[in-house]
């Protein structure tokens, strides 16, 4: 590697004779420069040389048979002003060697001292590096003092330099004439608190500190006498060997402007607020008295559903136990007929032993029949009376699901027993809960009943059919009608308090809103609903076991 440069050198060689090329070379080889070398003697050779090899160094002799160096000359210093270029010639004068060197000769070297040829490689190559460091930092010197300038002339926010000794400004940009309202040869010169700071009485605090500051507040007055209300922030610099401040200033009339109608804005604002704070809390009372009048009518209407249900079920229950009461009283009747008689044969003296037996065999028929009866009336009354309990009480106990459904169909039989539909349980026997036997009582009445009234309106003969089983902890029971269906928008809306396709046809529209709560909120369960038009409907609740 080259000392020098740290890589080979391209040298250009303007030689005539070849002996004097390799002498040449073997000094440079000597003086341990790596280089690639072309020899040329002639001017196009030259001219071509310099565009396609691009030398790095031209080592030419002063005269050649159809060339000369100093036309060489030249012609570098027209097209490559930088390249290093050295006279190596046989003998030359003093005067034409000044004339070189003022000409732009790098340096010239006599052929029979080659010994200074190595030296004057390397100081031709280090003045060229320095020349071009120096001309690219000139030429970044140059950008970056554009770049600044470009840049102060371009911003919004106003600066000046001033000079931290005399409290001159030296220096401002268009925007800080601009907020001044002066030419720049105005302010030039000026001390700062002229427009800065006018109310200091010719002192600026902020010079005075002589250090940087940020983000402080202060006026600046215009040639008109305005004073604008700025941010100002300060840097320390030193140009030219002396203490200067680069002030910077924001005008922030608008952000006071903004302030104070912000200020103004939250005034009203917080009248705004405490006003319909206000309004608010007395729309909260009056919805709070709304929805207290609305929760006591629910609970009425809920009532009034239980009273209604409760009215069934003594229906029910008169129905039910007039059969066996009837045949009772009957029975008693027969009887108490056949004690007469028996009774006036004795008086006669006429009885016999047949008519003694037979009225004994009549009286133990009568009394059996009379017997069975009365607790067939008393099991009937128990189960309706415990249904009725169980809807008027809300009580926790433990009861055999399947037997107390029955009976709670068993109180529905007048409403089943004037039509031809059917109901069937499918439940094992042994399946007890802990739970509200009323709150199942009010679930299945409400499904029946809503069968009975929507889903077999217009059919003669439906089947009803309740599947209950146990999953995992989870009793589920699936009640399902083949009755008429409804729609998609009234299977969605079915839950809602108040709906009802029976409006003004004695519906309230409580009854599935009450089976949903019920499910939901007191037995913690979930309920769902899926039916289509003449496809029946179908409800699924789930509900955990414990």
Known sequence: MDKSGGKKLRILMLEDVSTDAELIERELRKGKILFNSKRVDTREGFLKALKEFQPDLILADYALPTFDGMSALHIVQETYSDLPFIFVTGAMGEEWAIETLKSGATDYVLKDRLSRLVPAVRRALQEVRERIERKQAEAALQESEIRLKTILDSVQVGIIIVDAETRTIV????????MIGVARDEVIGSVCHRFICPTEKNRCPICDLGRSIDNSERVLLTVQGEAVPIIKNVVVVTLNGRKHLVESFVNITKRKQA?????????????????????????????????????????QLVQSEKMAALGGLVAGVAHEINTPLGVGVTAVSYLEQQTREIEQIYHENNMTRPDLEHYLKTARDVSGMILANLRRAADHIQSF??????QISEEKRRFKLKAYLEDVLLSLHPELKRTQHTVTIHCPEDLELESYPGVFSQIITNFVMNSLIHGFAHIPQGDIALHIGEENGTLRMRYRDNGQGISKQACARI???????????????????????LVTQRLKGHIECESIPDGGTTFTIRIPMK
């Open 495 to 517: 839950f809602e308090p108040f709906y009802t396709t029976k409006r003004g046809q004695g519906g309230s529209g409580l009854g599935l809103s009450i089976v949903y709560n």
């Open 259 to 299: 302030e104070e109608a912000l200020r103004r804005l939250n005034e009203e604002l917080e009248q705004r607020v405490e006003a319909r704070t206000t309004e608010l809390k007395e729309a909260n009372k009056a919805l709070q008295e709304s929805l207290d009048r609305f929760k006591r009518a629910q609970d």
């Open 385 to 390: 009376k415990q249904i009725a309990v169980d």
């Open 171 to 178: 220096d401002a940009n268009p925007a800080m004439l601009r």
